[in-house]
């Protein structure tokens, strides 16, 4: 990564400008006190309001900076501090390939400040724009120009981690960032999670995103560069009021601010509710879902199908749910749904909840993001289904067919079978089964399939039988039977009246010690 390599720039700036440098900085390099001590000077040092439980000795951290009043005021006050705090610093910028020349004058902006400041410089570019239009190929949605711009951020963040390498990266974030997210949120109408804001500190695998500027306001930043001196860059898309985000700041937060003067820091203090309330529920969640979330499906006799032949799913007990109190019952659907990927609002849990308190069996439901509610006797399927259909007769399913005596191994139902001759075949003229083609196929049920069912006076539809077995839903969709010589022989869930001679045994899929015990094909699973 050309861009992204260390380019340690400002080792042969002149004493001149270091002396200017340090002048700006004399009265922010002194000693820092604890905020409740009084120093004997008559003005205080500039400073700003940094969490330091975010930075720790030995901590490898790159700045975001962007050339903003935010970013250069934290760059400056870890650069200022880094020594007392024990950091390896460097600087970051990614050019997003927005705005031209003036872009291309920040990049150079944040490159002349790295120098000043002998911290290893780190750049890259990148296309926004692009990046935010659709992708047929991959399904990836279209995105906002600024959405595609902070996945960007966050995956160049990421990368640099690996790859310089670096404990974390810092960004400028403040308290007034935190309140315009919050109102967002609100507007759009959030949950817990969303009114939580932005977060100190955000964990990847690679390591850490963290805000140590949360507590600082804007005019706080904007006084402290003024007091030393320092120039900042300014976006002028920050000032075009068809975002969202600065209409909310130029707009409404000050509207707002002549009925709450403290509405920023009262929307602050909100998002940290939201985040202690979040870390809570997420705990008593991983112990709760374990308990009362259930995957795949039942089958008949015990246990449960993971259904591999569709989508998986999970399944929640209506009669456990409906004694549960209401917020409860929603984080549980909700959860459940993102455990298939899906991502719900209030009005589709609530459409949720009514379908597993008082819908009836068979009774379906499809939502957004390809989610799909089945409501059986006892329980509430959820399972994500591919294309916007209702009908599964798009799902493709596979047909085994192997010549017998032998083994059908079918990973796509998750079964297997042993099917052999009870006793050796008769050369001509025996059953239909020994006499053919000996050819045994396991296959999906179909429209116009017949089974005779055990002691039954005569053959019977199979979509009969699954009507008696109480297959709804997906499960209906995907029911495997076993053919030979065109009579089914075998079929999930039923007992089949025997072909004489034939011996068919179940066998644990995949399992080479053929230790399951034997069926015979009166037998259902």
């Given at each position: 990564m050309s861009e992204a390599s260390a380019s340690v720039a400002g080792r042969m700036f002149t004493m001149e400008t270091q002396y200017r440098v340090w002048e700006n900085w004399r009265a922010a390099a002194v000693v820092f006190y604890d905020p409740l001590v009084r120093t004997a000077t008559s003005k205080s040092p500039p400073g700003l309001a940094l969490d330091l439980s975010l930075l720790k000795p030995g901590l490898r951290l790159a700045v975001g900076v962007s050339g903003g009043a935010d970013s250069v005021a934290l760059l400056l006050s870890l650069a200022t501090r880094s020594k007392e705090l024990g950091l390896v610093l460097h600087a970051a910028h990614l050019h997003h390939g927005l705005r031209g020349a003036e872009a291309d004058a920040d990049l150079e902006f944040c490159r002349a400040l790295a120098a000043q400041l002998v911290v290893p410089f780190l750049q890259a570019r990148v296309d926004a724009a692009v990046e935010a239009k659709p992708d047929p190929e991959t399904g990836k949605p279209r995105e906002t120009i600024e959405e595609a711009a902070r996945r960007l951020r966050h995956a160049w963040f990421r990368e640099l981690m690996t790859s310089i390498p670096l404990d974390a990266v810092a960004t400028a974030h403040t308290l007034d960032d935190q309140a315009e997210t919050v109102l967002a949120k609100f507007l759009r109408g959030a949950w817990t999670e969303g009114l939580s804001g932005i977060h100190p500190s955000v964990e990847f695998a690679e390591g850490r995103i963290i805000r140590?500027?949360?507590?600082?306001?804007?005019?706080?930043?904007?006084?402290?560069?003024?007091?030393?001196?320092?120039?900042?860059?300014?976006?002028?898309?920050?000032?075009?009021m068809t975002l969202t985000r600065n209409r909310i700041r130029h707009e409404l937060l000050p509207l707002l601010k002549e009925w709450n003067p403290q509405l920023r820091e009262h929307l602050s203090q909100m998002a940290e509710l939201a985040r202690d309330e979040e870390t809570w529920w997420q705990s008593e969640l991983a112990r709760l879902a374990s308990q009362l979330l259930l995957p795949g499906r039942p089958v008949r006799g015990g246990g449960r199908s993971a259904g591999r032949m569709v989508s998986p799913g999970v399944a929640l007990d209506v009669t456990r749910l409906r004694a549960l109190p209401p917020a409860l019952q929603r984080r549980l659907l909700r959860h459940a749904a993102e455990q298939l990927g899906a991502s719900i609002d209030f009005p589709a849990t609530e459409r949720l909840r009514a379908l597993a308190l008082a819908g009836r069996a068979s009774q379906q439901l499809e939502l957004s993001s390809g989610l799909r509610a089945v409501r059986s006797a006892r329980e509430l399927q959820l399972s994500i289904r591919a294309g916007n259909s209702r009908e599964p007769s798009h799902l493709v399913v596979p047909e085994y067919a192997v010549p017998f005596p032998g083994e059908i191994n079918a990973p796509a139902f998750g079964l297997r079978f042993r099917i052999e001759f009870a006793e050796p075949p008769e050369p001509a003229g025996g059953s239909e089964a020994r006499g053919g083609s000996r050819i045994a196929i396991l296959r999906n049920w179909k429209a116009g399939d017949r089974?005779?069912?055990?002691?039954a006076s005569r053959p019977c539809k199979v979509k009969e039988v699954l009507v008696r077995l109480r297959v709804t839903g997906e499960d209906r969709a995907v029911w495997p039977v076993l053919e030979v010589g065109g009579r089914i022989l075998w079929m999930k869930g039923a007992e089949i009246e025997p072909e004489p001679g034939l011996s068919i045994r179940q066998l644990e899929p995949d399992d080479p010690v053929h230790t399951a015990s034997k069926y015979r094909c009166a037998q259902g699973i």
């Open positions: 140590p500027l949360l507590s600082a306001t804007r005019v706080e930043i904007e006084a402290y560069l003024r007091e030393i001196g320092q120039s900042w860059r300014e976006d002028s898309t920050n000032r075009q089974v005779r069912l055990r002691h």
